[in-house]
């Protein structure tokens, strides 16, 4: 499987705080996903990066942002997390985009 | 409507059935088409690409039509370890950012 981890697995947030999700790939692939995955929504895209500093929004973008300063790494931020916001993250990896994603194991975010 | 649909189920069928799942999709101009599975509480996986010409992987088929925007995937002979949620995923025109479906719930009964 291709290495791809995502930190930290599980994380419990209080409202207003601000949150950092982290996703490291070892496969030097060019494309990089934020994903969310709700009950009844199915996985939705956040955002995206399609090279060191070029990231795009997804669907659902609002109150996420995102930096990818290295192939490896692509963070998602939310700045000031709200109960919406609780969800399961998971992060994806393409290599070229005519394929299909190899996806990150997901953190667990609750926002209380 | 949504980009991507799916029934939801479950579907719960005995060991040993054939069972077939259906998804439909809004973009015409969709190039790209996949079924992913999910185990409980679990990432996606890639199970198979979808192909114009229909494509058999071991005891999976999928079919894909364009003129009717639907895309199907077949099990035959069913084991207890195909119990998962079977994601039907599109990638709409010359972009590689995929839609997925919310997942048609499988449940083999032994």
């Known amino acids: 499987d291709a290495g791809i981890t995502q930190s930290p697995r599980h994380k419990v947030t209080e409202t207003g705080t601000p949150v950092t999700l982290r996703c490291h790939q070892t496969e030097n692939h060019r494309y990089m996903y934020w994903y969310r995955q709700d009950p009844g929504h199915g996985l939705r895209l956040i955002h995206y990066?399609?090279?060191?500093?070029?990231?795009d929004k997804g669907e659902v973008s609002d109150g996420y942002s995102v930096s990818r300063s290295k192939t490896e790494d692509f963070l998602l931020t939310l700045e000031s997390a709200t109960s919406s916001q609780t969800s399961v993250y998971f992060c994806?990896?393409?290599?070229?985009?005519?394929?299909?994603?190899?996806f990150g194991s997901g953190t667990r975010l609750t926002v209380v | 409507r949504k980009e991507v649909e799916q029934d939801p189920g479950p579907f719960n069928v005995p060991e040993g059935a054939t069972v077939a799942f259906n998804c439909t999709y809004s973009n015409s101009a969709s190039q790209s088409f996949f079924w992913y599975r999910q185990d409980c509480r679990k990432e996606p996986k890639l199970l198979m690409s979808?192909?114009?010409s229909g494509n058999e992987d071991g005891r999976f088929t999928a079919q894909l039509n364009r003129a009717s925007q639907y895309i199907s995937l077949l099990i035959r002979d069913s084991k207890l370890s195909d119990s998962a949620t079977y994601l039907c995923v599109v990638a709409p025109g010359a972009t590689n950012k995929l839609i997925f479906g919310t997942g048609t719930l499988l449940a083999v009964q032994p």
């Open positions: 994806a990896i393409n290599l070229d985009g005519n394929y299909g994603y190899t």
């Open positions: 990066s399609y090279g060191v500093k070029d990231t």
């Open positions: 979808v192909y114009s």
